[in-house]
């Protein structure tokens, strides 16, 4: 049926008497207004961020001063397909240097606005450029950066990022340490203090995340919109330095930030690298943890395409890598059910030649494979290395 809401309306005309017009209007408007909501609710995804990320560095090559005339639709459809950005300031200043180069100044002003609300800085690295861009409102543009430059610190919560800096550095110091032949007779020492610092760190951590939420780009800023050196995945690298159970915890933190435009994809996209490559299963196979499969056999792409895009973006830095998948279980009575999901394992290997990988550079195994359990990360889906 073609138009739903109509023929309920029309059904409810003809009823007539029998229906009361409070009983027609009560659902008329629960639906309007819930399409209304759903138009406005963004979404976001890890495949936006992969598909953006290389937009971005297009963008960055395709519109330079001095090739604006051959580049303004380019740069203007690349922009526009910019839905979620590796950083939201960046996002911003590709659209507004798009707008400035179609003559739409208005629209220019108010990427950049918005692009300065997310700590852009006008006199970063690219001043030289953007005086080129925007040369015909650079004034206007000096006058919103200083109202929004002083929002957009007033937000920061310093003692928090000074605290993050303070633990990144205590991390690093005791790990340039190990690595200094001079010390080599403290290792054990230093190895025994690190496990300490480490500990106290993700207490620390688990608190702030618990009262503040990830601390990433919007509550304590980067090294870019702020020129503080070594902020840039600073709680990230605490976490990845931890153990597995630290990094599972903060995955979701750090996912749900990304998704809500609170902090960039890396973070989150740094701990899943760390779960997949460093924390392997004592049968030699990768656990795909973040891989969601429905009770049907069908993947559940929009749960498990961060977890499938980390390992495409793994493969194509690898190109020499060639992997096989299939599902696994504890028990041989999980094994009977888990036949079925062959059929995601398929629908992933779907995903990863849109994105790029060769189909012959994926394999899949039609057989369960029963692996122990290993406590954490009890997982469906694994893969391992073809020979």
């Known amino acids: 049926m073609k138009y739903p809401i109509l023929m309920v309306i029309l059904i409810f005309a003809f009823l007539g008497k029998r229906v009361s ?49 051959n580049s303004k639709c380019l740069a203007l459809a690349l922009a526009k397909q910019m839905k979620t950005s590796f950083w939201m300031h960046g996002r911003h200043r590709s659209m507004a240097v798009a707008y400035i180069q179609t003559g739409n100044e208005r629209e220019a002003l108010r990427h950049m606005a918005t692009a300065f609300r997310h700590g852009y800085p006008i006199d970063g690295p690219q001043e ?81 995340v618990a009262q503040k939420g990830w601390p990433g ?25 931890s153990y597995e159970a630290d990094n599972l915890h903060f995955l979701p933190h750090a996912k749900r930030a990304a998704a809500r435009n609170r902090t960039t994809w890396m973070d989150p996209e740094i701990i899943m690298i760390n779960l997949l490559w460093r924390f392997e299963h004592q049968h030699g196979h990768v656990k795909m943890r973040e891989v969601c499969i429905r009770k049907n056999g069908n993947l559940n792409e929009r749960k498990s395409f961060f977890q499938i895009g980390t390992l495409a973006k793994f493969l194509n830095d690898n190109p020499g890598r060639k ?65």
Request: aromatic share 8%; charged share 30%.
């Open 217 to 241: 780009d919007e509550l304590i800023g980067d090294s870019y919109t702020t020129g503080i050196s070594g902020m840039r995945g600073a709680a990230s690298l605490l976490v990845i330095h």
């Open 21 to 69: 017009a409070v009983c027609i209007i009560k659902p008329l408007v629960f639906v309007c207004l819930s399409s209304v909501l759903l138009c406005c609710i963004p979404v976001s995804t890890y495949r936006d961020y992969l598909k953006d990320r290389r937009l971005s560095d297009k963008v960055r090559v395709s519109i330079s001063p001095d090739s604006v005339k």
């Open 128 to 208: 030289h450029d953007d005086r080129a861009f925007f040369g015909t409102v650079w004034p206007e543009l000096r006058r919103i950066y200083a109202k929004e430059r002083k929002r957009y610190l007033s937000k920061l919560d310093i003692a928090l990022r000074d605290q993050v800096l303070e633990m990144k550095a205590e991390d690093q110091a005791v790990r340039f340490m190990l690595r200094d032949s001079a010390y080599f007779s403290k290792k054990d020492s230093l190895r025994a203090g690190m496990a300490t610092l480490g500990d106290r760190h993700m207490r620390c951590l688990k608190e702030v």
């Open 323 to 387: 992997i096989r998948l299939f599902p696994t279980a504890y028990t041989p009575a999980e094994a009977k059910s888990r036949v079925g999901n062959v059929k995601a394992l398929h629908q992933m290997k779907e995903i990863l030649t849109e994105l790029g990988i060769r189909a012959d550079r994926v394999q899949i195994s039609d057989s369960v494979r029963i692996v122990s359990n290993d406590g954490l990360g009890r997982h469906r889906v694994a893969f391992n290395y073809v020979r």
